[in-house]
């Protein structure tokens, strides 16, 4: 199975594929590392930002797309634009969980990675994308043994 993991920020969705088969995870290399909207007032920017991320997972045979969930109100909240990109990724017609931050840090906790950050190929920006990644992977695997 491929997961997408996603962390938006301000107008910019990071984003970290990774893959677990046969018992083994693999970070498949990726021609994006982030897709930005422009102009999240106009249509078109987020009609743009709907058909590169969707030929995105199209073209790395993406199974699902797990996003951390951001708060709607209150200091921390996610911005606007943020959440209309939401709403485009969950358009793609690919399964999307959102999944909390609490779950992540528990998910970590409890199933560390094997492997050292530094290790993947990816940059510092990708890690809270590959960690929500890896979080649903987890709750997957785990699920089956219950």
Known sequence: MRVC???LKGGEAIISLLSYEGDTFNVPECRSRSLTVSNSAKTESIKEFHFAFTKLMEDYKVDEVALIEREQKGKLAGSATSFKME???????????LISPVAIKEQLKRNPPMVDFDGLDLKRFQK???????????????????
């Open 5 to 7: 993991g996603i962390e």
């Open 128 to 146: 809270s994308a590959f960690e929500v990644a890896y979080t649903l992977h987890n709750q997957r695997i785990f699920a089956k043994d219950e």
């Open 87 to 97: 709403a485009a990724i969950q358009l793609c017609g690919l399964p999307v969980h």
